[in-house]
C-alpha cells in the first residue's frame, strides 16, 4: 500500500525559503511524482513535477524560484522554494501517479495524495 507523508512548511517571511518533504512507502519511483497546492476559495493547481527519469516540469509561477527533487535511497520527494511571495500561500500536496512512469498525468489521475502541509507566507 502506498502511504505518502508530508513534513514542512510552516510560516514563512515574504523573500524567505522553506523545504517541503514528502517520505513515500511502498511506492516504486515508477510513477510521476509531484506537488501540488491549493488556496482557499482556488482549485488545486499543479506546481510541480517529477518524471521518472528525473526530469522536470514548473508552472511558469514557480518557474526560477522552486525546486523539485527525489532522493530515491530515503524515498523521499522534496519542493525547495525560495524568494517565496505571498501568493504561495497554500496548502500544499505531494502525489503520485502509479503506472505513469514517463509522463504526467492531468490532476485527477493522480492516485495517491499526501496529508497536506500549509504554506504561509507574511509580509
Known amino acids: 500500500q502506498v502511504q505518502l507523508v508530508q513534513s514542512g512548511g510552516g510560516s514563512v517571511q515574504a523573500g524567505g525559503s522553506a523545504r517541503l518533504s514528502c517520505a513515500a512507502s511502498?511506492?516504486?519511483?515508477?510513477?510521476?511524482m509531484g506537488w501540488f497546492r491549493q488556496a482557499p476559495g482556488k482549485e488545486r493547481e499543479a506546481v510541480a513535477n517529477?518524471?521518472?527519469?528525473?526530469?522536470?516540469r514548473y508552472t511558469d509561477a514557480v518557474q526560477g524560484r522552486f525546486t523539485i527533487s527525489r532522493d530515491n535511497a530515503k524515498r523521499t520527494l522534496y519542493l525547495q522554494m525560495n524568494s517565496l511571495k505571498a501568493e504561495d500561500s497554500a496548502m500544499y500536496y505531494c502525489?503520485?501517479?502509479?503506472?505513469?512512469?514517463?509522463?504526467?498525468?492531468?490532476?485527477?489521475?493522480?492516485?495517491?495524495w499526501g496529508q497536506g502541509t500549509q504554506v504561509t507566507v507574511t509580509a
Open positions: 502525489a503520485a501517479a502509479l503506472g505513469y512512469a514517463y509522463t504526467c498525468p492531468a490532476i485527477d489521475e493522480y492516485t495517491n
Open positions: 511502498g511506492l516504486t519511483y515508477d510513477a510521476c
Open positions: 517529477i518524471y521518472s527519469d528525473g526530469s522536470t
